[in-house]
């Protein structure tokens, strides 16, 4: 089957409709058969425990499931070069998340009466690394680095084994960076029912974290929703990227930012907006050209054939595109005097790429942002993965006497207005108790 480099296309020029159709997302797979197979999957883990874990590990995998412990040796064979590039991508990951540490607050909001708001990390979290055609240890570092920022007491990695049955060299060293200390050798829906249920060998966590396929994904949904099931990050989708450009960008440089992404996967979608004709052009010959030279460059045109060009009358209706998309990567590639009103107009997305000389892949890796991100339009309501993702929020109240004094009589007055009789009652019994106008006394409350 042949693949088309997408041609540039006129917004004015469509019709409401048609501009609703030019910006359709490929359609994810969420048939009801997908849905069933992942809620057998699913049942028969917490049935069965590691024995369904390591007979689907064998069945997809080619090979039982294990539970590992890192240790140095697992990274041994790793080479210098590569261990450079890790450690200083975590540095990187660990200084800028490390500024988002949060700071409990407490404040008096009446005379005696007191609230918090507290922070604590999760206990115990489920990391889950893809595997497949593609070594993840960047998704360690994104995913590893806040978990051990937070201090969160147990941390498990799940990925899929190699075509020799082991942890990637590259994976085991990452994880090793993050203090992380065990690994399931797992991939899919039985990976993530080991993580919602537990097994023999594996604890069940609190919340699971990490990309993966439409199985993975269908997994953590469902656990979710079930009484008692673990909290999960984000929805997650195929890999997309929006650049939003001007004459002064360079074409070379697009084509590149766009076929990054379009090497994902070939339900990939990317996108180039500008109100410049002649670059759009210059993109479509750059793509031409680019592509075929890609390792993957068959999955990249499967992805390029459901992308768009878009020429814009103006850069605003190009930020208003990007705006009704909502993508998971914004690359804004316009003249340095037009950036700072760019990111004006420009709020709806996972991660934004600034100037000529970012490239998405650097947000990938190593700028130290983080690479987990809401995908397919949820980028409007959900946000990119950082350290409050491992933190629950809970908050204290305290009411002295007096503080009850002077702020029963709203209390009461709401419940009953409310009809709630009994929580009117929990202030008035306490008000008119002796305990109460002993305290008074103690306190110098008038009662």
């Known amino acids: 089957m042949s693949y088309s480099i997408p041609t540039s296309v006129r917004w004015s020029q469509l019709n409401a409709k048609q501009q609703q159709n030019l910006l359709q997302r490929p359609v994810l797979t969420t048939d009801t058969r997908l849905q069933a197979a992942v809620a057998d999957i699913l049942a028969t883990v917490r049935c069965q425990g590691d024995e369904a874990v390591q007979a689907y590990s064998q069945a997809f995998d080619g090979m039982p499931s294990r539970l590992l412990t890192i240790t140095a040796d697992l990274s041994a064979g790793l080479n210098a070069q590569v261990k450079k590039a890790i450690d200083t991508a975590y540095a990187n990951i ?94 899919g829906a039985q990976a993530i029912a080991a993580f919602a249920y ?13 990309p993966g396929n439409a199985y993975v994904t269908a997994a953590k949904q469902q656990v979710s929703q079930q009484f008692g099931g673990p909290a999960f990050d984000m929805p997650a989708g195929p890999s997309e990227l929006l650049v939003v450009a001007d004459s002064s960008a360079e074409p070379d440089f697009i084509a590149a930012d766009l076929l990054s992404q379009a090497e994902h996967g070939p339900d990939s979608q990317v996108l180039c907006v500008s109100p410049s004709r002649s670059l759009l052009q210059a993109v479509e010959k750059a793509l031409q050209q680019q592509v075929t030279s890609l390792p993957r460059h068959d999955i990249a045109l499967q992805a390029l054939s459901q992308s768009r060009l878009i020429e814009t009358d103006s850069l605003a209706q190009a930020y208003a595109i990007s705006q009704n998309y909502a993508p998971e990567h914004l690359s804004v590639q316009v003249a340095p005097e037009r950036e700072a009103e760019a990111l004006q107009h420009l709020t709806r997305a996972g991660s934004i790429f600034v100037g000529h000389y970012t490239p998405e892949s650097g947000g990938d890796y190593a700028t130290g942002t983080n690479h987990v991100l809401p995908t397919y339009g949820f980028a409007k309501n959900y946000s990119s993965l950082g350290l409050l993702d491992f933190y629950r929020r809970f908050t204290v109240q305290r009411i002295s006497p007096q503080g009850l004094a002077e702020l029963g009589g709203t209390i009461q007055c709401l419940a009953q207005l409310e009809g709630l009789e009994a929580h009117a009652r929990a202030v008035s019994l306490r008000l008119q108790s002796e305990r109460f106008r002993t305290d008074s006394t103690l306190t110098g409350v008038s009662s």
């Open 94 to 187: 660990r200084r800028f998340h490390q500024q988002q540490q949060p700071s409990n607050i407490q404040v008096e909001t009446s005379p005696g009466v007191q609230c918090q708001l507290n922070y604590t990390p999760f206990e115990s979290v489920g990391l889950y690394i893809p595997g497949g055609s593609a070594v993840l240890p960047s998704t360690v570092l994104m995913l590893g680095v806040p978990a051990q920022l937070a201090g969160c007491q147990q941390v498990l990695l799940a990925t899929p084994p190699n075509r020799h049955g082991d942890v990637s060299p590259a994976v085991a060293y990452a994880a090793q960076k993050c203090g992380i200390q065990q690994v399931l050798l797992a991939g």
């Open 198 to 210: 537990g097994t023999e060998s594996v604890p069940a966590v609190h919340k699971i974290f990490g």
